[in-house]
């Protein structure tokens, strides 16, 4: 991601002279920590809460990663005869152990809230499972992400399929499939980063554009305010242009959450100014209060 582009001069809440909107004094809702397996010794929820108390952001949501390798009873991939995604690394969540150092870092930042939460994997296709976990402790934050698409009878992450199979396709095919999903699973509040595999696009592609995809998008966008959910900003993806907020205006969607997705503590608020300067021209704005989505 390189160098996070705010600096801890940056004062929440303030307005610039140009009148523009506050750029940092939001949750960042979408945060792992040593407890995601896709972090690196690094990881630190500790060192993300003190980094977004530099910041001045109001809140943080640990949003761990809640992957299966093992299709149980009950999960719709199993009917499906698809084999779950056999990346190295990727391993159950420790519930226990995870909301534990909540509860600790809680105590150590009280001027921070803190959210527990799950960021959950295909949730359509692990239902039982997924919801089995949910119902294993408090959650305040659960967001709902394709990361893998079936191909050739198992999951596979779809930035890999971009360098296997024509990357539009791909990208087609994962539009889709985030619309089973939100049709297919009731577990999650938030569409994690709607356009995923964007960030793998290869170089030697087609240059991409929203617009080549926006048959797509708003199919998803449609979906996902239909059932009355949330639209992540996700800042670790490159960040959508201003018309793709407005397609999501368009579909009915009222609410929108910044996450940056930080694997690291030093990502934690990345790019928040840039994207709430986006989502504000778009017409979206701060909530009720410091800790609610932005609502147009
Ligand atoms: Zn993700
Ligand atoms: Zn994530």
Known sequence: MGSNPIGPTDNAGSVSPGGRPPGLALPDNHVHSQ??????????????????????????AFTEHLDFTAGGPGDPITAAGLAPNQSPGIRPLDVAGYLAS?????????ALRILSGVEAGEPHLFAASAAAVLGSGRFDRVLGSVHALPSQGSLVYSGWLLHREPPDEVMRRYL???????????LFEVLAHLDFPRRYWPAGAAEYTEAAFEEEYRAVLRALAGSGRVLELNTASPLPSVDLLRWWAQ????????????????????RFREASGIAAAAGFRPGRDPFDFWRR
């Open 35 to 60: 407890w995601s397996h896709d972090t690196g010794p690094q990881a630190s929820m500790a060192a993300a809460c003190a980094r977004a108390v530099e910041l001045g952001l109001p809140a943080v």
């Open 102 to 110: 909540v509860a600790e870092c809680r105590e150590r930042f009280p």
């Open 176 to 186: 889709a499939e985030v619309v089973t999903m939100i049709e297919g699973s009731g």
């Open 251 to 270: 579909a009915g969607g009222t609410a929108l959450s910044f996450g940056s997705d930080a694997h690291l503590p030093g990502h934690v608020g990345g």
